[in-house]
Every structure is written in C-alpha cells, then in structure tokens.
C-alpha cells in the first residue's frame, strides 16, 4: 500500500511494508543501555527541578564544574518573567501551560555535595563509569547536607559535575539519563537542548531518527540530536528554542482538542493543518494542529505536523518550516522523521492572517 500526501501541487508518496519488523522500528529502544530507558509518561502537572554541583577529588585536589551558579539557575528557571530561553518557559510553551517547571522550595539555589573518594574510585575497570556508585552517593550525601531529596516539590535533579572528569562520552547528548530523577551534565554539555532532551527521555519520551541518523538523527525537536550534520553550519539556527516533533506531540497529548486522527482503509480524507505556534491563535474549528494517519494493521502510524521556525520553536534545526511526516510506533518505543514537504507562504500572510491553514488530501492506493 503506497499513502499519498498532496497539498495542492505537493505530492508525497510513503510506502508502507506489510513485512515490517516491530523491531527495526524500536532498535535498540528497549535495549540495557540507560539512554534507551523508557519511563513512565509525565504530560502534566509540575516539574520540580533542583540543581545540584558535585565536587570530586583528583590528584589530592577539589574539582568543580567552573559554570557560574548564576548561570546554571537561569539557563533552567530565568530569572525574569520574560525570560525566553529556560527550560521553564520551553516547557510552558509547548506544552501551553500543562506541564510547566518550578525551583526547589529550599532556600539555596544552587545545591553544592562533595563525593567521597576520588574520581578514579568511580571508573571501573575498562573505563565504564559506576553509576551505581555514583548515584547512591550523590543520594547519600544529599541527605545529609541538603533536604533536597525530602523536599516533596522536587521530582528531577539535575546534577552538573565538573568537566575534568570526564565522565562519560562527548557525543553531544547528556551524560547521563539512568535515572528517572538524575539527569547528568558537564560545562561540556550544559546547554539547553541537552537539558530538554535529558528532561524529555525523563518523561518519558524517547529518541527520535531520520534518514541521516535511524536512532538520534531527527533535529526538528529535542529528541534527536542538537543540529543536522547533512547541512552546512551557517543555514543552521543558533540557539535551542524548539519543541517536540509529531508523534511525541501526539504522545504528551498537549494538543489533543486540535488533532484528527485518520483512517485511510475506507476513503481518502481531507484536512487543514497549521502550526504549533498558531495553536492558541483563533480558528476555524476544522484547522488541527496535528494529523494521525492511523494504519491498523502495522506496527506503527504516520504522524504530521508542521514545523514552523517561529516564537518558542524558532530554533529548530532540521525540517524547517516544513510539513513533517513522522513514523511512531504504536508503543512509542521510537519516532522516525519520514520525510518533509515544503510549502512556502508568505510572511505577511503568516504573521496577519490567524485562520490560513494548509489543505491536505491523505489517499491510499
């Protein structure tokens, strides 16, 4: 069965494999290694986020992450209402106000520990890092100096350790995800995309690929990974203000009154689609923000959206301002970014029109 996408003279063609493996769809995606865990989803309510330095000893001296505490607190909470590069107002945004970020309750900002041992006691044979170790004394030593992990508000903790360590790899990603409440960064690491995309796999979402890379390529949102090497540095955006693409939008259900789902056995199906920026803005009430094309009898759906570069997502780096067709499996194991089409409209017409939409024909033949 081939699925047919057309938008006036844009036409898409998605095969669909009835000898589909579930498991090329989910590869490594329920494998042992920690940045494929799977937790449970959290769509709504608050997250509580603490921040927390860890000194270590090396070489008979102190080590800690040299990122001012100044800087570590607004990169995450703001310091100001206006604020618009936090992980606080990323959250607001895209989830538009059903899952938003609050600061630990205690009076520190910024938590300090101090490990004990040394960092080579944290190294095992073969240069694997202890985490068990790592994280049973990070608890321990929270409880006794701090009253972060008794504070009920807290439900993530972002620990920064200094980057003379060199815990862990230097692939771009966070250091480490294990943990349901540990998220591990380094002044390496320590950027907004990388503190959303550790929040994101702590919420329960997981990776997302493309065609450049099947298990972390997709750069459309925070999932994937940071940039799309394909293209040249100078078209890429700067900055990290992005949100989720389409099947783990789907997924968090933040857009739910604003989605179709379809079925495209029985007859071909129409609809109009816009941007997660214009989400709040009126509209027709037939104009959704993201399309379902369900397949009953595979393992996955097809899931579209269109990926505007405007306001809190105007910092996404692949797939820009174009109509995103993403592939999820059922269990949302995996997202896979199939293919884009562009549509070209103009500024004006974007930015004074609220009702303009994108008209498409989903058929099957």
Not at 244 to 250: Q, V
């Amino acid at each position: 069965m081939v699925l047919e996408l057309i938008s006036n003279t844009f036409l898409a063609a998605l095969s669909v494999d009835s000898d589909y493996d579930e498991r090329n769809l989910a590869t490594q995606a329920i494998s042992s290694n920690a940045r494929e865990r799977q937790w449970p989803l959290v769509n709504e309510g608050v997250l509580g986020i603490a921040i927390v330095k860890v000194v270590m000893r090396r070489n008979g001296a102190s080590v800690v992450s040299r990122l001012y505490d100044e800087q570590l607190y607004t990169d995450v909470h703001g310091y100001y209402e206006e604020d618009s590069n936090t992980v606080a107002s990323q959250f607001n945004s895209c989830s538009f106000g059903n899952l938003t970020v609050e600061a630990d309750s205690t009076n520190r900002i910024i938590h300090e520990v101090n490990l004990p041992g040394t960092v080579d006691d944290y190294i095992a044979p073969g240069g694997a890092v202890r985490w068990d170790l790592f994280y049973s004394n990070i608890e321990e030593e929270l409880d006794q100096t701090t009253n972060v992990t008794m504070n009920s508000n807290i439900t993530n903790i972002i620990v920064v350790v200094p980057i003379d360590v060199q815990l862990g790899n230097r692939d771009g990603m966070p250091i480490d995800v294990m943990s349901k409440k540990y998220l591990i960064l380094d002044d390496f690491s320590w950027n907004l995309f990388n503190l959303m995309h550790g929040l994101g796999r702590q919420i329960g979402l997981s990776l997302s690929g493309d065609v450049n890379q099947e298990t972390y390529g997709d750069a459309s949102g925070y999932m994937g990974r940071q940039a799309n090497p394909s293209l040249p540095p100078l078209s890429q955006p700067l900055g990290f203000r992005r949100c989720f693409n389409a099947a783990k939008s789907w997924q968090l259900g933040w857009h739910s009154d604003k989605s179709v789902e379809l079925d495209l056995t029985a007859k071909a199906e129409s609809f109009k689609i816009s941007s997660v920026y214009n989400y709040n803005f009126p509209r027709e009430s037939s104009i959704v923000t993201i399309a379902k094309i369900k397949l009953p009898q595979m393992p996955y759906d097809y899931y579209i959206m269109y990926n505007r570069a405007k306001e809190f997502n105007e910092r996404t780096s692949d797939y820009i301002n174009g109509l995103t067709i993403v592939k999820g499996a059922k269990n949302f194991l995996s997202s896979f970014v199939e293919r884009a089409l562009y549509i070209y409209l103009t500024v004006w017409y974007n930015d004074l029109m609220f009702n303009w939409a994108i008209e498409m024909v989903c058929q099957s033949t």
